[in-house]
């Protein structure tokens, strides 16, 4: 792919002419001037658990009896008389916090760490802790502090080194698990099947670390892709757009040539399907000399695109789901208890009934429900399409012949929804969202439906709350989409609200 492009690109919109040049120029640098920005709830969180392991790690060093006399603990003991004697030993804590927390962002500490291996972050965790306790030791000594015990700073240094690398440790340990789960995973559309674009997937492969998964590649005119795998090749530029909602794509790489028009209209497409593109320096022109470059495996990449997917937001969503299901699992246990044995004792089978269901970026895990129907349900639901009564993919009858009797008490106050509140812990689903459909459901997607697939899916959502008799698939998806697209903690209030409602008179199918 050449910078002259004539009329129209392979995305099929107009391309300025020539000598529009420095105007596109122009705009390419403001765009890669606002993907320099990152999202920086990781950071934070991080930065969080540091503070919090310097507080514990005093806490320890003030209490531990290094062989000292008491009276060697001056500072201890002015520090609880108050004063300015507290003034200036928080002042010292606020120096220490301070030069750690500015030596660990030097340091890449508070970025991409899957990128790095854990030796050199435990290096570089040693490296910042030690060099922080030198600048601690010589602002007392430049301020010419005898009362503070140098045990206890010795102390606070080794204990603060040691709780960090025990938790970078095991912040890395939880992302690879994750990882392996399918969770906080990137989606990865690889530009260019050349040379260059196997070697990235190499890199993906191999370091599964980087918490990214291969979806294939797209071709760029001129690709030599003769001993890369046919089926790896999944489209080219002109499939992209559709390619990428498919794949619930997260991420896409430029390893091909490509000129700066074709990449300025990939960015502007990336920004409205909200995707992320990095890029391999030197494989197109005007490559900002100023972007921070970073490494992917053994590849240098550098960003041209950032997503603005409300991470902070997200991660709020995420505690609350957590501390909400947990207290109402806790709260509802006795009726647990009560419902599981009177499903046991009307309807042979199990209490439980578990079900493969399409999550987030079309994750499959397991559903988790009260019994309702009779065991051999699944099987007779093929003798009953002739009695659906909902329109297209979905299956609904009024009158279900296959519900119990309890079962149907159980589905008119949608208390078999429930034990979802454990795939709400387990981080499969949310308290709202769109509901996870079957696997069966999803085959029968078109291109606008997966949408939908693009968040957790939720106990509720706002579907169950404004059209939940509505036989209409398409007043289905629009409303899911719908809260896609203008989802916010006050709208989440509100579904909870309608939802208790909705339980509370019993209008639950």
């Not at 015990?149 to 095991?170: E, M």
Request: proline share 4%; charged share 20%.
């Amino acid at each position: 792919m050449g910078a002259n492009l004539g009329v129209t690109s392979v995305f099929g919109q107009k391309v300025v002419e020539p000598d529009s040049r420095p105007a596109i120029r122009s705009g390419f640098a403001s765009v890669k001037r606002r993907s320099a920005s990152q999202s920086s709830v990781t950071a934070v969180s991080m930065m969080v658990l540091d503070v919090i392991a310097v507080m514990a790690a005093l806490y320890l060093a003030l209490h531990l009896d290094l062989g000292q006399a008491r009276g060697n603990w001056v500072s201890l003991q002015q520090a609880r008389a108050g004063g300015p004697a507290l003034l200036v030993e928080l002042g010292y804590l606020a120096w220490f916090i301070t030069a750690l927390l500015v030596l660990s962002w030097h340091d890449g500490l508070y970025g991409r760490l899957q990128t790095q291996s854990i030796l050199h972050e435990q290096r570089r965790t040693v490296q910042a802790c030690l060099n922080a306790g030198l600048l601690l030791c010589g602002g007392m000594y430049m301020t010419h502090d005898a009362n503070i015990s140098r045990a206890v700073v010795v102390s606070l240094v080794c204990l603060t080194t040691a709780f960090l690398c025990l938790l970078r440790g095991l912040w890395r340990y939880s992302s690879h698990r994750d990882f392996e789960k399918g969770l906080g995973t990137r989606n990865v559309l690889i530009l260019g099947s050349s040379h260059v674009g196997d070697a990235v997937r190499q890199q993906i492969l191999k370091h599964r670390r980087l918490g990214r998964i291969f979806k294939g590649f797209v071709d760029l005119p001129g690709d030599v892709s003769a001993h890369i795998d046919s089926g790896d090749v999944i489209g080219d530029l002109f499939q992209l757009r559709p390619l990428i909602r498919q794949h619930f794509i997260d991420e896409i790489i430029i390893a091909g040539s490509c000129s700066t028009s074709q990449v300025v209209e990939l960015v502007e497409m990336a920004r409205d399907l909200d995707v992320e593109i990095l890029a391999i320096p030197g494989l197109y022109e005007d490559m900002a000399p100023e972007a921070p470059i970073f490494y992917l495996g053994d590849f240098p990449v550098m960003a041209i695109h950032r997503r603005d997917d409300k991470a902070l937001a997200c991660l709020l969503k995420r505690v609350i789901d957590t501390v909400l299901s947990l207290l109402l699992l806790l709260f509802l246990a006795p009726l647990f208890l009560v419902i599981g044995i009177a499903i046991k004792l009307t309807s042979p089978g199990p209490a439980f009934y578990v079900s493969d269901r399409i999550g987030k970026k079309g994750r499959v895990f397991r559903l988790w429900k009260f019994r309702t129907m009779k065991v051999d349900a699944d099987r007779m639901k093929a003798f009953l399409a002739s009695s659906n009564e909902r329109d297209g993919i979905l299956f609904k009858i009024k009158n279900d012949p296959r519900v119990t009797p309890l079962g149907r008490f159980l589905r008119k106050f949608s208390l078999d929804e429930l034990p979802q509140l454990f795939n709400v812990l387990w981080g499969d689903m949310s308290l709202v969202g769109p509901r996870p459909p079957l696997a069966n459901e999803v085959a029968r997607y078109e291109l606008q439906h997966y949408r939908r697939l693009e968040v957790l899916p939720g106990l509720t959502g706002l579907w169950q709350v404004r059209a939940r008799h509505d036989p209409s698939f398409d007043q289905y998806v629009a409303l899911d989409i719908a809260y896609v697209e203008n989802w916010n903690f006050w709208m989440d209030l509100k579904i909870l609200v309608r939802t208790a409602e909705v339980v509370l008179r019993g209008t639950g199918s």
